[in-house]
């Protein structure tokens, strides 16, 4: 491994907390592998600018926490993040926000094809940055579900949403430039703020999402000139901006004149609310990806680009990968045009719907069901519980997201979030979540017996 240098986030935590965020940010990133033997305490401090006594406060914090294991004379190692649990070995992933790839096959299996006899000659070569006009267009035509005309000359079509708010960043912003996010946010978009030396200034939130008078004064201040935001469905509290918040957001924007980047890839679970995008398609980056409501593996986004920085976006996607894959992209014009992504979509939204009632019913008061169909759901707990309640589901045989990694800044949220849609069944997923029920219970009485 490359010599490990952590990034500690801005802040008013202690600088063994910010440590341990760190470590625990790189762990769920793959920067830190298990079994990886960290720095010496002294190495390490020297290396970052710390004391010793901090990092051995980091160090032992991250022990308590299940991160590290220590032992003397050998030194501090990244533990495995997988359980092991003793109730029979069963393990549940509750990670991953996907929905689980066994509706995919059915609906498939179910599903005249049309692939294997198709003529794919016309896209084996190198072709446009953005993707086939027809293709474009097509995927310009989902939008208009939810009421967005999107304009198919200004989509371009990604390897993903990841990969779409990479160009779009790129295209942009600078390092060090700093970017307005909803104090949780997708943890996607933390990873890549670390690579791109991107600051990330979070900001509060109700049950509506983004606070509009928060955002207001932080835009105010010029501290940044973007907005990322996740509307609908947002990762990870699964909160919904009303039709009036959204509008108060664009007024903002435009009277501070910042930019919008939309990440609407839940939006499909909830065609009633109109992106920002339609409402402020000067100033805002549209993205979305079928990885959610189609196929992860086919790897096909899309990106809906204000005109004037169009130029840009293709400059980026040239230097990156050239274009998206035009066979990948011809498979989902392929299920789109006889109706089998249309099956896809009814059946996870059918799906989405059966789950998160199950997981109101197991997690109440816990969670706020925000939607009636969602693949992830959110409890509001203090930092230091929801830590806890990870560590004893994961002692369980139940993954969860580590809670640092979604988090920007903990003094204004904290929680836990559970998502629901990778168990194959509903049956492993009601197991699952009374392990996280049972671990509520015991986090609740264990800070009742503190006096």
């Not at 160090?59 to 029979?88: D, K």
């Not at 006009?133 to 390897?159: K, M, W, Y």
Request: with cysteine; glycine share 8%.
């Amino acid at each position: 491994m490359q010599k490990w240098h952590p990034h500690l986030r801005a802040g008013t935590a202690p600088l063994f907390v910010r440590l341990v965020e760190a470590i625990e940010h790189d762990i769920a990133a793959g920067t830190l592998a298990a079994g990886t033997r960290l720095p010496t305490q002294r190495d390490l401090a020297e290396e970052i600018g710390l004391s010793v006594g901090t990092v051995i406060k980091a160090y032992a914090e991250g022990q308590r926490r299940g991160l590290l294991l220590g032992h003397v004379g050998r030194g501090t190692f990244v533990a495995s993040q997988r359980p092991t649990p003793a109730s029979g070995g069963k393990v549940v992933d509750l990670s991953l926000n996907i929905p689980g790839p066994a509706l995919l096959p059915k609906v498939l299996a179910e599903s005249p094809s049309t692939f294997p006899t198709a003529d794919i000659s016309d896209y084996v070569g190198y072709l446009s940055h953005s993707g086939v006009a027809e293709h474009r267009a097509q995927l310009a035509g989902l939008f208009r579900q939810s009421g967005f005309e999107a304009n198919p000359d200004n989509l371009v079509i990604t390897n993903g949403a990841q990969h779409g708010i990479a160009l779009t960043f790129s295209s942009i912003c600078q390092p060090g430039d700093k970017v307005f996010v909803e104090a949780g946010t997708y943890h996607g978009m933390k990873s890549y703020a670390h690579f791109a030396k991107l600051d990330l200034i979070g900001l509060p939130m109700d049950g509506e999402g983004l606070l509009p008078g928060a955002f207001d004064k932080a835009a105010a201040s010029g501290a940044a000139r973007v907005l990322f935001a996740i509307p609908t469905i947002q990762s990870p509290t699964a909160r919904i901006m009303s039709a009036a918040r959204r509008r108060e957001i664009v007024r903002i924007a435009r009277k501070r004149d910042i930019l919008i980047i939309e990440d609407d890839a839940y939006g499909f679970l909830d065609e009633t609310s109109e992106p920002l995008a339609s409402l402020a398609p000067e100033r805002t980056f549209y993205v979305n990806t079928l990885s959610k409501c189609l196929a992860p593996g086919l790897r096909i986004g899309m990106l809906v680009a204000p005109e004037p920085y169009l130029s840009q976006i293709h400059q980026s996607m040239r230097a990156t990968c050239w274009m998206a894959s035009p066979i990948s992209t011809f498979i989902v014009s392929e299920w789109i045009r006889t109706g089998t992504a249309a099956r896809v979509k009814q059946s996870l939204v059918q799906e989405a719907k059966k789950r998160v009632k199950l997981a109101s019913q197991i997690l109440r008061p816990h969670i706020r069901a925000d939607h009636p169909a969602s693949f992830h759901i959110w409890m509001d707990l203090p930092s230091d519980i929801a830590q806890q309640v990870a560590a004893r589901s994961l002692q369980r045989g139940v993954i969860t997201t580590p809670p640092s990694a979604l988090v920007v800044d903990p003094s204004l949220i904290s929680g836990l979030r559970i998502s629901i849609g990778v168990p194959e069944n509903i049956e492993d997923l009601e197991w699952a979540l009374r392990q996280v029920a049972a671990s509520l219970e015991v986090g609740n009485e264990a800070s009742m017996s503190i006096i």
